[in-house]
């Protein structure tokens, strides 16, 4: 017997049942659509932290200086600008984990130029600061050596304060005022996109000595900056150096091991674990949902079948009377739960796709859609209609012919 | 044709053994209408049935068309009921999902036929009962008697060269019964072999032989003389 003509003898059987045939197969439908969803949380979670890397740069620390307390009462985020251009020599010198720092002061504040004016931030550093935080250059160039140390009247700009400046017309050359002093801009930044909680590309820098000079020399006197990313030379040596580094902290501003720290560490990786981690813990629960919703699915279709198997024993006889043999009747009930448990399975992914729709549209979760999550469906689902169906069909293929037709 | 030697066939009922048939010796040539009589218990539905390979007996050999197959596997005896011998039951066993010509098919598809091959020989099987036009109905759209003709379209659709037929009539009335015999004795008349069981005397006498059963063994074995 051909296999299209088992085929079609088994939809037969199965269309004459079709409510009992999907009310069967839904432990396969969620137990499918669990693996979809899990697969999707994981790669959606992985693809995040990819961007966010690529995005903020990897094995990058911030430090930032803190409100101090002073005998008690905050004094605000900004009070205090602990930070100095020292503290970064020193920690550069003492702890060889750190391959670069970019130090940062920053304003907000409003820009003008072409007939429009935009509020930003804008940022004094070095060219570290592009190298650590992963930017790249649509146009134009860095800062040059003599521009840093001569305190020129150069800028940078992001994509955000391009659109609202210049449109898309090329912003290199032209002459913007921050603050009423003209820069010249020499680099237009590539695109990064928004954040949840920031547009990366609103941006504008310029170097730290003109910054300090021109922009912020009362809000920054001295050789005072805001915060430094710094550079750990390898992922392993993230952990320690933010350690390392809080010791030194400790040391150079006179801060006691358990004392109010007048500064911060963000450690980027720290979020993206927790990210992941997250993500992980419910991929085990899906997981879970998931072996157990195919497992008791297998079970339901080894049930069904049995009973299906009982009802058409008479049927099995008439079969074999007029020529079935054994391996007929085992491939047509195989085939038979086979294709409940495959209905199961594009049911399964059919609400699986829905779920991950609905989650990412919803929760603004990231889900990626794997489609290895569909092949592995596919081989789930029917490997185990093969599984629970083989005891049913086995039975059904071993039945005596005459007590078969005898059967009433 | 078929040549049974010393056939015993004993069931085991709990505690007693069930003697069902008692060392039957039979030998039935090509082309005979044989009728086998007997009351319920006699064993000649047991005997039918391991004449058409459906049951295998305790002890004793089976020669058919001169093949020991007492010894045949389950594969085997499923090819030969596919091949050479074709049913026809009391209660018609047809697949009730199925319209009457895949129920005629249903043979032709454990043979391997293709499907050009299965459907000609499907609708002449139809054709010869007289059921052309009904070869969509579903067994459930059809009298007794017509589901009877698609159940004996289905046992001749593969030729066979032997049809056993277990009391064909007993669930018909008896104008309907005539037609069925009708169709039979057609078919004899082409050379098939058929076997009927029936406990019903004046079925029995559309056979040219008539065996008479009781208690596992044959008591009345002569032609019919009155046909």
């Known amino acids: 017997m051909s296999l299209i003509d088992l085929i079609y003898l088994s939809q037969k059987s199965l269309r004459s049942n079709i409510l009992r045939s999907v009310l069967t197969s839904l432990g396969i439908i969620i137990g499918v659509s669990s693996v979809i969803t899990m697969i999707s949380i994981g790669t959606g979670a992985r693809l995040e932290v990819e961007q966010q890397i690529e995005r903020f740069g990897s094995n990058n620390l911030i430090l930032r200086s803190q409100s101090s307390n002073n005998r008690g009462v905050s004094m605000g985020n900004n009070s205090a600008n602990s930070l100095t251009l020292k503290d970064m020599e020193a920690l550069k010198n003492e702890l060889p984990a750190i391959s670069a720092i970019a130090p940062r002061v920053s304003l907000s504040t409003q820009i003008i130029a072409n007939g429009n004016n935009w509020l930003t931030t804008v940022t004094g550093s070095t060219n570290d600061y592009f190298v650590l935080g992963n930017w790249k250059f649509e146009n134009g160039r860095k800062f040059q050596e003599d521009e840093i140390n001569s305190g020129s009247r150069v800028a940078i700009i992001g994509k955000t304060v391009q659109k609202n400046l210049f449109g898309t017309d090329s912003p290199i050359d032209e002459v913007i005022r921050i603050n009423k002093v003209p820069f010249t801009v020499i680099g237009l930044l590539d695109a990064k996109g928004g954040t949840a909680w920031a547009d990366l590309d609103d941006t504008i820098i310029v170097p730290l000595k003109t910054a300090k000079q021109r922009l912020v020399a009362k809000k920054f006197p001295g050789d005072q900056i805001r915060s430094m990313t710094i550079n750990v030379s390898s992922s392993e040596l993230l952990f320690k150096t933010e350690k390392d580094i809080d010791t030194v902290m400790r040391k150079l501003h006179k801060i006691s091991a358990n004392g109010n720290p007048d500064f911060v560490i963000r450690n980027y990786a720290q979020f993206l674990n927790a990210r992941q981690e997250s993500s992980r813990v419910m991929s085990i629960l899906l997981a879970t949902v998931a072996g157990i919703s195919l497992i008791v699915g297998g079970i339901g279709i080894m049930n069904i079948m049995l009973v299906t198997v009982t009802e058409r024993t008479k049927e099995i006889g008439v079969c074999m009377s007029v020529g079935a043999k054994k391996r007929d009747v085992l491939l047509q009930f195989l085939i038979e739960s086979l294709m409940i448990s495959l209905i199961g399975g594009c049911l399964g992914i059919a609400l699986g796709l829905g779920v991950i729709f609905g989650v990412s549209e919803y929760f603004n979760w990231k889900m990626s859609l794997d489609y290895m999550s569909l092949v592995l469906s596919f081989v789930f689902s029917s490997s185990i209609g093969v599984i629970f169906g083989f005891y049913p069909a086995r039975k059904a293929a071993s039945l005596n012919p005459i007590d078969a037709l005898r059967y009433e | ?227």
């Open chain 2, 1 to 227: 044709m078929i040549n049974i030697n010393a056939i015993t066939k004993e069931y085991i009922m709990g505690d007693n053994k069930l003697l069902a048939l008692n060392e039957v010796d039979v030998s039935i040539k090509e082309g005979e209408f044989v009728s086998i009589m007997g009351s319920s218990g006699s064993g000649k539905s047991t005997l039918m049935n391991i004449i058409g390979c459906l049951d295998v007996p305790t002890s004793g050999d089976y020669y058919f068309r001169d093949k020991n197959i007492s010894n045949y596997n389950s594969n085997m005896l499923a090819e030969l009921r596919n091949k050479d011998i074709g049913f026809i039951f009391q209660n018609f066993n047809l697949l009730p999902r199925l319209n009457a010509i895949e129920n005629v098919t249903l043979p032709l598809l454990y043979s391997g036929k293709n499907v050009k091959e299965r459907t000609k020989l499907s609708l002449e099987a139809l054709e010869n009962v007289g059921l052309k036009d009904r070869t969509n109905h579903k067994p459930n759209q059809l009298s007794g008697g017509q589901q009877q003709r698609v159940s004996i379209a289905r046992a001749i659709a593969g030729n066979p060269k032997l049809i056993l037929a277990d009391e064909p009539t007993g669930a018909l009335d008896s104008n309907t019964s005539l037609e069925i015999m009708k169709i039979l004795n057609d078919l004899n008349s082409k050379g098939i072999t058929i076997i009927l069981v029936t406990h019903e005397k004046d079925i029995a006498q559309y056979g040219s032989r008539i065996i008479k059963m009781k208690d596992g063994k044959i008591i009345e074995d002569k032609k019919n003389v009155s046909n």
